[in-house]
Each structure stands twice: as C-alpha cells, then as structure tokens.
C-alpha cells in the first residue's frame, strides 16, 4: 500500500518530461522539500551511447536519463526507495 509521500512523488515526477532540458535537479530537490517537508535523495543514472560515423570516422557520445531514484523517510518512520525508469531511445 502507497503512503501519501509516495504518491505524492510519484504524481509530482509524472508531471516531468525527462526527454527535455527544462527541468532541475535543485527546482525538483526544492519542490519535493515543500510538500514532503524534508528533503530527499535523489540519483539520476544516466546510460551513455556513442554513435560512430563510417565515412567520416567521428564519434558523437549520446547521454540519456536511464532511471530516477529517491529515497526517504516515510510516515512509518522508515526510509523507502523508489525507482522511475525513465523511457528515453538512444
């Protein structure tokens, strides 16, 4: 069963669009701060890709998001973790 924090992460990081640069990790560190009323962890991995061109021989590297992790401290006073795969192509 989700408690309210957890689905009020779930909601809030729903709403970004990872595929775009508008978003911060300080603006989203900040927003989380004020509804959660603590600040959370919070890990991007990102998966890298590099795209080499046969006639040419240049290499272009391709970063991308892969998942969002966040930790915690729920109502049960326990630290919880949850992942967001975050679905980007290469």
């Keep these: 069963m989700s408690s309210m924090k957890e689905f009020a ?3 809030y990081i729903s709403q970004i669009d990872f595929k775009r640069d ?3 990790l300080s603006q989203i560190k ?3 701060r004020r509804f959660l009323g603590e600040e959370p962890g919070i890990d991007i991995i990102y ?3 590099v795209m080499v061109n046969e006639a ?3 290499s272009h590297e391709i970063k991308d998001i892969d998942k969002v992790q966040i930790v ?3 109502t049960d006073e326990k630290f919880k973790k949850i992942e ?3 679905d980007n192509k290469l």
């Design 9 to 11: 992460i779930r909601e």
């Design 22 to 24: 508008d978003w911060k």
């Design 30 to 32: 900040q927003d989380m």
């Design 47 to 49: 998966k890298k890709d």
């Design 56 to 58: 040419t021989g240049k």
């Design 72 to 74: 915690y401290f729920d």
């Design 84 to 86: 967001f795969v975050i």
